[in-house]
């Protein structure tokens, strides 16, 4: 979803134009109901970028990927200690349930187990 920064939703900042390689993160967004928003950089650092995402978000949950990681932050933590890290290397379940994480601090409900 690509919309205006004033409508709820997750920011996402993808740096280098790797979006399809997180697409089970967004899909697990997605199946909790969440919006998300993407905004494209050509580069920068992923933990500030997603914290810098939070800061922006409505619903101050950010998130942030490059090519080999993906970091999901809430506005409220120290800037240099992300809530969730994820590899690229690591199976397509543990990206789905990261986006579902994402999704459900949103509502303010428990986690997925991130290895189930």
């Known amino acids: ?7 709820p939703a997750i920011v996402i ?16 967004i997605e199946e909790e109901g969440i919006p998300f928003l993407l905004q494209r950089h050509p580069a920068g ?4 970028s997603a914290w810098q995402a939070a800061r922006s978000s409505p619903l101050l949950v950010g998130i942030a ?7 999901v932050h ?11 890290t994820l590899m690229h290397h690591q199976d397509s379940q543990a990206h ?3 986006g579902n994480n994402a ?9 997925r187990d991130l290895n189930s």
């Open 103 to 111: 999704a459900r601090l949103v509502k303010g409900i428990p986690f």
């Open 1 to 7: 979803m690509d919309s205006n920064h004033s409508a």
């Open 65 to 71: 990927c490059d090519r080999h990681s993906l970091v």
């Open 74 to 84: 809430y506005k409220n933590l120290p800037a240099s200690a992300p809530l969730f």
């Open 96 to 98: 789905r349930n990261t």
């Open 45 to 48: 650092d992923v933990v500030d």
């Open 13 to 28: 900042t993808v740096i280098s134009d790797c979006a399809s390689l997180w697409h089970e993160v967004l899909l697990g």
